[in-house]
């Protein structure tokens, strides 16, 4: 394993038994604690490079004060161009930035578009109360209201997910910081069974790639083997990188459910990255909410058995970095031009039959998208 690789790990394992101290915290200790560990790691492992996401963060608030009817597409337009000037860095002859930069601001930019077409959803759904002239009642993710900058700052610095996901939109980053009766929401066991095959899929990462090493390839004595010993090679290959993404994305989870991040009653039918489907009310006493189940649907980001054992790559693509395709789902397929059959398909058709975004241009946007649906951390 790199360097970088043990770090991602250190902060993974880390994260969990800091996911129990915030559990049962008040919402502003969570908002700011949260916030402030998120930042530290940020700051440790990028340094300087934590420029990158401050400015990418307060040019997405600018935009949503500035244009909240029409944010989503302003947001997705400046996140996208400053993720392609933050590629180009090194073409510029400016210092090229970390790994863990990458992984951060990759992260951000998914966030950061999802919180501008939350507050979008919102001012669109307050302008058609007044134009009835009646309130109606709490919509299903619906944000009580337009975050401010310092609300901002907190929910893009949080450390659950930071540089590893899985994603998680503000309206359930929100539901966090004001769960009802925390103390209620089960925790450990949920994570005992989230957790109990990472040994094994660690293990079998650390014999795959020792016997079979990636570096290989890169020799010129791997390419006098015969044709078909070099095409068997890439099985084990991409074997232990399969591996290597279940326990990342395990414990990364597990660091989730640790602090009861993404928990909602069962009845509420959550999804992976959007969160409830159903509305469900708040417990009322302790009793009523230690009552309900709970899952931790929303934060899913692999189904380990789906991916290896689906017997259709439309399914296995469903099963993978599950958070993200939601997340592509939402915001770029359906928001692109419902005639524009050519652009619908390029994004479309990619998720369903597991090709790469190959279709969807210009050529940067597509590499950026590619960077997108591929996992967001060693990424280097």
Not at 22 to 37: C, D, I, S, T
Not at 294 to 323: H, K, L, P, S
Not at 338 to 349: A, G
Request: proline residues 8%.
């Amino acid at each position: 394993m790199s360097p970088e690789e043990w770090t991602y790990l250190v902060v993974l394992l880390t994260s969990i038994p800091i996911g129990f101290l915030f559990k049962k915290a008040g919402p502003g200790l969570k908002r700011w604690g949260a916030a402030a560990v998120g930042l530290g790691l940020t700051l440790f492992t990028c340094g300087p490079h934590t420029l990158h996401s401050l400015i990418t963060i307060l040019g997405t608030w600018a935009l949503i004060q500035a244009q909240p009817c029409s944010c989503h597409a302003l947001a997705l337009a400046w996140t996208f161009s400053y993720l392609l000037f933050f590629r180009a860095l090194s073409l510029l002859g400016l210092p090229t930035p970390t790994p863990f930069t990458n992984a951060v601001q990759l992260l951000l930019t998914l966030k950061l578009v999802s919180l501008a077409s939350e507050v979008q959803d919102l001012h669109l759904a307050q302008r058609k109360e007044m134009a009835s002239g009646f309130s109606k009642g709490p919509s299903l993710g619906l944000l009580p209201d337009v975050p401010s900058l310092m609300e901002t700052l907190s929910y893009s610095y949080c450390y659950v997910g930071i540089m590893t996901g899985p994603f998680f939109r503000y309206r359930t980053y929100l539901d966090w910081l004001e769960q009802p009766f925390p103390g209620a929401v089960p925790s450990l066991r949920p994570l005992l069974r989230r957790a109990w095959p990472a040994p094994l899929f660690g293990l079998l990462f650390l014999l795959s790639s020792h016997l079979f090493p990636l570096e290989a390839v890169r020799e010129d004595a791997f390419y006098a083997r015969p044709l078909p010993a070099r095409l068997f090679y890439m099985v084990p290959v991409f074997f232990a990188f399969r591996m290597r993404f279940y326990v990342a994305w395990i414990a990364a989870e597990c660091g989730c459910i640790a602090a009861g991040f993404g928990a909602y009653p069962v009845a509420a039918k959550a999804r992976a990255g959007g969160g409830p489907t159903l509305q469900c009310p708040p417990p009322s006493s302790p009793e009523e909410a230690a009552s309900l189940e709970y899952d931790y649907e929303t934060i899913r980001n692999i189904d380990c058995y789906g991916t290896d054992f689906c017997v259709r790559v439309r399914a296995g693509m469903r099963y993978w970095n599950m958070t993200v395709q939601w997340w592509l789902a939402q915001y770029i397929y359906k928001s692109a031009p419902s005639r524009s059959y050519v652009f619908r398909s390029s994004v479309l058709n990619p998720m369903d039959s597991g090709q790469t975004f190959g279709n969807l241009g210009p050529a940067q946007l597509r590499r950026n998208l590619n960077e997108l649906a591929k996992p967001c951390f060693l990424n280097s």
